[in-house]
Nanobody
Framework: QVQLEESGGGQVQAGGSLRLSCTVSENIFAITGMGWQRQAPGKQRELVAVMTVVGATNYADSVKGRFTISRDGAKNTVYLQMNSLKPEDTAVYYC?????????????????WGQGTQVSVFE
């Protein structure tokens, strides 16, 4: 497992933007992948976005075209840029990582999570 530390949550009006950051304790190019999950009150945790070690990305249908996952290898940091936010995006957002060494063909299967950061979107 790896250690993850998130930042950047907060409150924003619908239509606004926020950027979440997640710093990982290991070289992000030495692990299978990283991503973001979220959990709204009374709902199951769901995948928001994921990036593999080679940079391939995947997004939940509900955020495609609005959210972008990116990384800075020099800082071992992954970002989630969230634009055109909607009230239904309100949730606790968790940074996640698959700490396994990359193996060709392996897709991320998260085994480490941050403490979570609250994102609240109001009308």
């Amino acid at each position: 497992q790896v250690q993850l530390e998130e930042s950047g949550g907060g409150q924003v009006q619908a239509g606004g933007s926020l950027r979440l950051s997640c710093t990982v304790s290991e070289n992000i190019f030495a692990i299978t992948g990283m991503g973001w999950q979220r959990q709204a009150p009374g709902k199951q945790r769901e995948l928001v976005a994921v990036m593999t070690v080679v940079g391939a990305t995947n997004y939940a249908d509900s955020v495609k075209g609005r959210f972008t996952i990116s990384r800075d290898g020099a800082k071992n940091t992954v970002y989630l840029q969230m634009n055109s936010l909607k009230p239904e995006d309100t949730a606790v957002y968790y940074c996640a990582a698959d700490s396994r060494a990359p193996v060709f063909g392996n897709l991320p299967d998260f085994d480490s999570w941050g403490q979570g950061t609250q994102v609240s979107v109001f009308e």
